[in-house]
């Protein structure tokens, strides 16, 4: 049995859900690290936070950031891929135990970069949060 090729367009659009995906348990993880917490509602909070500042990032950090993401994606097995991509598609439901193996995997990826590429991916990241942070708060009065 043979199949069709896969599209190019559908290739695109499934590597940018797995990049975006991937973004969401960076920052994850970031927030854990900053804030020394190991509560899933703080990953959930800094989740929602990363999507919500890389949407302010200007367009030219928002493609940096992917292109890094993609990078450091890269270096985990097929099966690791697979299991993190199925692992973040769980959103708000993740378990404790998933997301710490969401955070094994993603920490292996991000080992994969290098210094420089790892440092520019914590400044875009952290960049976006307090974007996020920074629209989120109330106006001064």
Do not use: C
């Not at 499934?14 to 975006?20: E, P, Y």
């Not at 929602?48 to 990032?57: F, R």
């Not at 135990?97 to 292996?108: C, G, P, Q, S, V």
């Amino acid at each position: 049995m043979t199949t069709a090729p896969v599209p190019a367009a559908h290739k695109k659009s499934g590597t940018w859900l797995v990049v975006g995906l991937l973004a969401l348990g960076v920052v994850a993880i970031i927030l854990v690290r900053m804030f020394h917490v190991s509560s899933t509602d703080a990953a959930r909070q800094g989740m929602k936070l990363s999507q919500e500042g890389k949407k302010l990032l200007p367009v030219e950090e928002q493609h940096e950031m992917e292109a890094i993401y993609a990078e450091a994606f890269q270096s985990l097995s097929p099966e690791e891929r697979q299991r993190f991509t199925t692992l973040v598609q769980k959103g708000q439901t993740i378990t404790d135990d998933e997301m710490t193996e969401t955070a094994t995997l993603l920490d292996k990826a991000l080992r994969s970069l290098s210094p420089e590429r790892n440092t520019r991916l914590w400044n875009l990241v952290s960049k976006a949060v307090k974007l996020a942070q920074k629209k989120a708060a109330p106006p001064a009065q």
